[in-house]
């Protein structure tokens, strides 16, 4: 940012202009990475969507809602470990704020910017990385990845053996299932130690790495994961969900090696070190047993029960059907949702990771009061408003068109045995809760980006209000009505809508306090959007009388769905 200098003691300092060239960077690395991340979910997710088709010919429902449980304990795990780290190490300064001048309005200012300047260039203690420099902070970052090591292990340990006591005889005899469990542990280790090399890649935007990495590791799990049930098939063998154990520590040490692989000669020429490493600073107080950054643990332990509070919330769905639910409506409901779910997973989430980070680097405090620059707070507003209208006009298509198409798609790709066990109703119910599980994503991303400790935890008090009406209406939906999968969708549309309205309460106020605003019609659809999706779902509402539960439907479909496009 440039800097001001007085004329005289007397005349009025020059406004500060508003240096824009690095948010060009921040912003051309945050496109580029969603370019990346976006092209990595729809080829992992092609790969996982081509596998689900040949392990669905071979597993029934049970086995399909036993392997949703351990899947939510390795997603528990690695959530609870790293994600409330992840977030804070992406508020991290930038490197090219490394090196910007201090702002000097008096001879006194000058004086500090001098001591300051002498600091930062004194040597670092032997054995040490200096925190001003670049290679200091990456080495930050580093070291406190290895808290997600330090508290993700043992925590796998305890979860699991909790899971194993709390499971059913039902559970407990699948074959394999011990076995399966202790090797979704190993992964989750091999995660875990991924994790210093990951927050490099991550934070210095290496996005086609990422890309490159978890493709390679995803296309691993998927040949592996289907090799195992083939020949299980062939050996006419049980294997239970040991395929999907097997194939998941595949994916987890794919990911180690290779990521590793990766950031070794990045760390050699950056003078940091992916082991930990004494940190040297002018400043003690910033670094404990100069190692850990201070103001970073503290924010990361702030977002941490936020994280948590988040993540019962994200996951109470598998949660309340694990608990009020059969094997079988649990199968249904993780079909539903895996297929549900994959336009979030490859256009939604990838968008909410860049922006995510983006946010974070935008919005940092650039002023002695520790308020952003008010000319990025509107860039970040413009930039969450074309957003919002994408994801708009994104939800009118799923609207529109989701509830008819999808119990077509799931009856030719899975076959009518799930379409007779009611999965093809809660797809379709499903489609509903797409456009506010988007919503939700972005502007909680760019909540976590810019809030404070205390804001964070008054967050995490009101999530908490939530997902107590949350278990209610899930409760009633499941237990009293009855509803099965399709009444926890309803369940989790209700928790989502009153999340988006306590984000969109908290955007508008930050934006007033830093000088942005962010208009309501800017991200409303025209009259014409609506129209269309209106003419378009009662257009498939009459041709649904004529499908015959072949191919020939998809055409049908796909006529009316093109004149949507268009018309959108």
């Known amino acids: 940012m440039a800097t001001t200098t007085a004329k005289s003691p007397t005349s009025e300092p020059k406004p500060e202009k508003y240096d824009k060239k690095p948010e060009r960077s921040l912003l051309s690395a945050s496109a580029q990475g969603a370019t990346f991340l976006i092209l990595l979910q729809i080829g992992s997710r092609a790969l996982t969507f081509g596998v689900n088709q040949v392990l669905l010919r071979y597993l029934s429902p049970e086995l399909l809602g036993i392997s949703t449980q351990l899947e939510l ?103 394999y299932f011990r076995e399966s469990l202790d090797m979704y542990g190993v992964a989750i280790v091999f995660e875990l130690i991924t994790e210093p090399a990951f927050v490099v890649v991550q934070h210095k935007m290496f996005y086609k790495t990422r890309a490159m990495v978890e493709t390679a590791a995803t296309l691993v799990r998927c040949l592996v994961t289907c090799g195992i049930v083939m020949l299980a098939s062939v050996a006419k063998d049980d294997a239970g969900v040991l395929p ?216 995490s008090v009101w999530m908490s209000v939530f997902s107590l009406g949350f278990a209610g209406a899930g409760y009633m939906f499941l237990r009293v009505l009855g509803w099965g999968a399709q009444g926890l969708v309803w369940a989790n549309f209700v928790n989502m809508a009153l999340r988006i309205l306590w984000s969109t309460i908290f955007i508008a106020g930050y934006l007033q306090r830093n000088g942005g605003s962010l208009e309501l019609s800017s991200i409303m659809p025209n009259v014409g959007s609506v129209a269309a999706g209106v003419v378009a779902r009662a257009a498939l509402a009459r041709q649904k009388k004529t499908f015959t539960g072949d191919v020939s439907d998809i055409t049908k479909c796909s006529a009316v769905g093109g004149a949507l496009f268009v018309l959108l």
């Open 73 to 175: 304990y390795l997603i528990s795990v690695l959530y609870f470990a790293r994600e409330s780290l992840r977030i804070a190490l992406q508020r991290q300064s930038w490197s090219y704020n490394t090196n910007q001048k201090p702002e000097t309005k008096s001879d006194g200012g000058r004086r500090d910017a001098k001591k300051a300047m002498e600091e930062r260039e004194k040597p670092p203690l032997k054995g040490s990385i200096d925190a001003n420099s670049p290679a200091g902070e990456l080495q930050t970052i580093v070291n406190l990845s290895y808290f997600s090591i330090y508290f993700g292990v043992p925590l796998a340990f305890g979860l699991g053996k909790l899971y194993l006591r709390s499971t059913t005889p039902e559970i407990r005899e699948t074959p």
């Open 244 to 459: 999907f154990a097997v194939g998941q520590w595949a994916y987890a040490s794919t990911l180690f090696f290779m990521y590793y692989w990766q950031v070794w000669k990045i760390a050699s020429n950056g003078g940091f070190s992916l082991i930990s490493m004494p940190i040297s600073s002018s400043d003690k107080s910033q670094y404990i047993m100069s190692y850990f950054s201070r103001p970073l643990l503290i924010l990361g332990g702030s977002l941490f029960v936020q994280s948590a509070v988040k993540h019962i919330l994200t996951q109470g769905d598998s949660l309340l059907i694990a608990t009020f639910a059969s094997l079988q409506d649990q199968g249904v409901y993780a079909l539903a949702s895996n297929y549900g779910g994959l336009v979030a997973r490859m256009l939604f989430q990838p968008i909410e990771e860049s922006s995510r980070n983006l946010f974070a680097k935008m919005l940092s405090p650039t002023t002695k009061d520790k308020k952003p620059d008010s000319g990025r707070v509107q860039s970040a507003a413009n930039i969450l408003a074309d957003i919002i209208k994408l994801y708009v006009l994104i939800s009118i298509v799923a609207a529109a068109l989701g509830p008819e198409v999808a119990p077509v798609l799931l009856r030719i790709f899975a076959g009518s045995r799930w379409i007779s066990v009611g999965a093809g109703a809660v797809l379709s119910t499903y489609c509903y809760y797409i456009p506010l599980l988007a919503l939700n994503g972005v502007t909680e991303a760019f909540i976590s980006s810019v809030a404070t400790g205390t804001e964070l935890h008054k967050q």
